[in-house]
């Protein structure tokens, strides 16, 4: 088992920033690749990015690319997302998440362990 929490979500003005957070705990983080995904209200969860266990290799939505960068600390048992430039259209709720691949996988039915979620609001 994984528990993943994360934190750093919040109201912020278009073009601002955050930091997202994800800690986890439970088995070895490191073997895990991690992936984060949004929710907008009456929206299905997408992809917004994801890196693979080793920290080598990243992938993004092309929604958030340039903007948004994920890294990890594996010592730390933490991953991260970077948000800048944010939109509006950036708004939902971010969730982290956990899969045993050891390689990049964007689709959420992929992964087996999620977080309770952290809500960004981007206003206009």
């Known amino acids: 088992q994984v528990q993943l929490v994360e934190s750093g979500g919040g109201l912020v003005q278009a073009g601002g920033s955050l930091r997202l957070s994800c800690a986890a705990s439970g088995r070895t983080f490191s073997g895990y690749t991690m992936g984060w995904f949004r929710q907008a209200p009456g929206k299905e969860r997408e992809f917004v990015a994801a890196?693979?266990?080793?920290?080598?290799?990243?992938n993004y939505a092309d929604s958030v690319k340039g903007r948004f960068t994920i890294s990890r600390d594996n010592a730390k048992n933490t991953v991260y997302l970077q948000m800048n430039s944010l939109k509006p259209e950036d708004t939902g709720v971010y969730y982290c998440?956990?899969?045993?691949?050891?390689?990049?996988?964007?689709?959420?039915?992929?992964?087996?362990?999620w977080g309770q979620g952290t809500q960004v609001t981007v206003s206009s």
């Open positions: 890196i693979k266990w080793s920290g080598g290799s990243t």
């Open positions: 998440a956990a899969t045993a691949y050891r390689t990049i996988i964007t689709s959420h039915l992929r992964y087996d362990y």
